[in-house]
């Protein structure tokens, strides 16, 4: 399996907007506006390394649409990362703002770089330059980057640094920051939080009793060890999970301390006690009532399909299902939630986050859990109804939920002459 997007991923974004604009009589003008990306920036910068040497990195910015609020979405730092898999996340993230209901539109940035090559200095040099070359793009009104995949609280503190230092303090600029510059409690472990909260609701409308149930993770970074660590207070057996160097499986249910503190001893979950080892492809075919794909694109192909046993699939990774695959579980009768819906709770809590920033407030963590819980309980109510309603797997429901929102906040806008 292509753990990148190899030219297809944006392709794919736009057959499903496609068909959704066709099934829904959606305008031309509105379809055509989606299919594209408003912005894109590739920058190529030096840095210099800690040897003395300088490496030229290429990095992106696209903004998507930003129809229905300032752009926003994350920063990978990924060695695999191109172009059109920027625009197909970019394009995902105005979908999610939009099946959430936050004033948002999409957009992605990445820069080509192994982040765990670097040292922490050449991280900073490197995150520094990146943000100044992108400073054009970026602002508190305008496109409003996050953490993604090989980004951290403490890279996000940096750019908010970089863009104060060019624009005035500016905490709004970035979300996920570290507490101590105006990022959100709740805000680091919310998009694991929001996929155990809709997790949950899949089960219940399943019939599948969370107390006892199997679940099977792929990836333990950020949103895969959040999502096990609180499910498994909710009472479900984490019977595998796995990074990029391999997984660990036990039925009976793994350790989730010792799994963390082995990761943090070794850099892996690979290894920890009463385990056996899996092979990523492996964990994903595993018996288990619902399996969260928590890593990278395309895990989930037309080739392995058929092989997933498990009843509920929650994509906590952006687009983790091919389109192919996805007809496959569906006629299959396993629940999948969609990326757009299952790992939102991150961009709900980065919206938190900014509405504090922007009033210059802080919340205490219930109020963030609070809110973070009733939004994705509504979403996910709302996605399910009209999926009921159009006979129409979940997926659909939600970029149904999503476009519906968006055309009429175009319609709305007009056309400037
Ligand atoms: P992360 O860097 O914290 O963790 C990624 C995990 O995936 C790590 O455990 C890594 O070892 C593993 N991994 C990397 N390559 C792999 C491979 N080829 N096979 C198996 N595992 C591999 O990143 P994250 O923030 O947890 O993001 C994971 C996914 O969730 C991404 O698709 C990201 O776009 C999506 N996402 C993240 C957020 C967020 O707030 N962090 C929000 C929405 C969606």
Redesign the pocket.
Known sequence: MS?HADGEGFENVRKLINGICERMNISETCRLRLIGCERELTVRFPVKLDNGHVGVFTGYRVMHNDTRGPAKG?I?YHPDVNLDEVRA?AALMTLKTAVVNVPYGGAKGAVICNPKELSLAELERLTRRYAAEIAVLIGPNLDIP?????T?PQVMAWIMDTYSQMRGYSPGVIT?KPLEVGGSKGRFE??GRGCMITALLAAKHVGVNADGSTVAV????????TVARLLAKEGCLITAV????GGVYNPNGLDLEALVAHKTETG?VVGVKNAEPVT?AELLELPCDVLIP????H?IVEANAASIKARIVVE?????TTPEADQILYANGVFVVP?VLA?????IVSYLEWVQNLQVFCWDESQVNGYLHSMMTNAFAEVLELSALEKAEMRTAAYMTALRRLATAMTARGIFP
Do not use: H, I, K
């Open positions: 753990s994350g990978r996340l996050a953490p993604d995949v090989g951290n996920g919310a998009t792929q990836g333990f970074g950020n949103v895969g060890a796995s990074d990029s160097r892996s990523n928590s890593a990278l694109e895990q906590g990774a952006n687009g983790p990326d790992n939102a709770g991150g961009v």
